[in-house]
């Protein structure tokens, strides 16, 4: 009987026991919840904003004259120096005139004895002593003497070769010794004029649509009857110190491209532009006194290509919003649809939260590193 009654003892202390365990167990503290991810957020404002178009384009000659014989012979003497400049009638080349000499000394002699006889034929068909047809040929043979001689004085004067126009001469193309040839396909040396200098921009047409209804409402600086004031940037970024003008006289649309050629002109006086040099013209539009700038940090696309920004509203959750931008203005986006002032823009972190997030926003820049990422798993309680 006794060992009975004893296991019966036992089992009433083992269940107190457990129950003892289970309540140490269950009065451990649970893991506390993680805090909402930190993203840095800017918030934006409306600000008075001067804009400004860009348009890439290169320079061009404002004249370009290709020199060229006009007569045959050997070039016997170059008369510049290439890269310099040259005035409208300067001498470049001479062309051995000899030949020309001859030739022009020769129908001077035949002009004289063809003068002479005309007029003896004159005299004399007076008195009936010549035929009038005699003297009629006398005369016409003065005149093709005439017209002899004024070639050859025309060719003798070919053979030195001057500069069509002023400006600036390139190298030349051949050497004293060659042979030049009238309607030779390559030109002995090309001039072109640099000042003023032209800068052509290529741009769609309806870009031409919207640069003239600004100009007609006043949007674009007037530089005079359908022209605008531009100025240009360099290709090192630099300021052009002289002002041009924007001309919109472009009448044709290029079929295969849709583009059409704008072309401005600046004075040039110190040759700083030269032909073929990219560049950027700048136009100077009315100042935009509400607008909207958002970092581009801030802004991305999706799949669709559309530009999506994260906002944090009042209720600290993270907000995607579909925007509408018109143009870059330094390193923010000029935003015309789907952000207002007081927005706050998230630019830190954006690779850790999604739309319907809690988060807490921070001014950017101040938020520590890594304090966007994901919150680190508690360590499990001990039993």
Known sequence: ?????????????????????????????????????QVGVVTLKSESVPLNTELPGRTAAYRIAEV????????????????????????????????????????????????LLAQRYGRLVADEAVSKQQYDEARAAWLQAQAAVDRAQINLRYTKVLSPLSGRIGRSNV?????????????????????????????PSTALLRLRR???????????????????VLEDGTQYGEPGRLEFS??????????????????????????????????????????????????????KGQATALVV???????????KTDRVV??????????KAGDRVIVDGLQFVKPGAKVKAVPAGTAPAGAASAPAAQPAAKS
């Open 1 to 37: 009987m006794q060992p009975s009654c004893a296991r019966r003892a036992s089992i009433p202390g083992l269940f107190g026991l457990a129950v003892m365990l289970l309540a140490a167990c269950g009065g451990e503290k649970k893991a506390a919840a993680p805090p909402p991810p």
């Open 68 to 115: 060229r014989p006009q007569v045959d012979g050997i070039i016997l003497k170059r008369l510049f120096v290439e890269g310099s400049d040259v005035k409208q009638g300067q001498q470049l080349y001479l062309i051995d005139p000899a030949t020309y000499e001859a030739t022009y000394k020769s129908a001077e002699a035949t002009l004289e004895s063809t003068r």
């Open 175 to 203: 050497t004293e010794g060659a042979l030049a040839t009238n309607g030779q396909a390559t030109a002995l040396a090309t001039v072109q004029q640099i000042d003023p200098i032209y800068v052509d921009v290529t741009q």
């Open 214 to 232: 600004e100009l007609a409402n006043g949007q674009l600086v007037s530089a005079g009857a359908n022209a605008a004031k531009v100025t240009l």
């Open 250 to 303: 472009e009448v044709a649309v290029d079929p295969g491209t849709g583009s059409v050629t704008l072309r401005a002109m600046f004075p040039n006086p110190k040759h700083e532009l030269l032909p073929g040099m990219f560049v950027h013209a700048r136009l100077q539009e009315a100042v935009r006194a509400d607008a909207i700038l958002a970092p581009q940090t801030g802004v991305t696309r999706d799949l």
């Open 313 to 323: 509203n009042p209720n600290d959750e993270v907000e995607l919003r579909i925007v």
């Open 330 to 339: 330094g390193d923010k986006w000029l935003v015309t649809e789907g952000l």
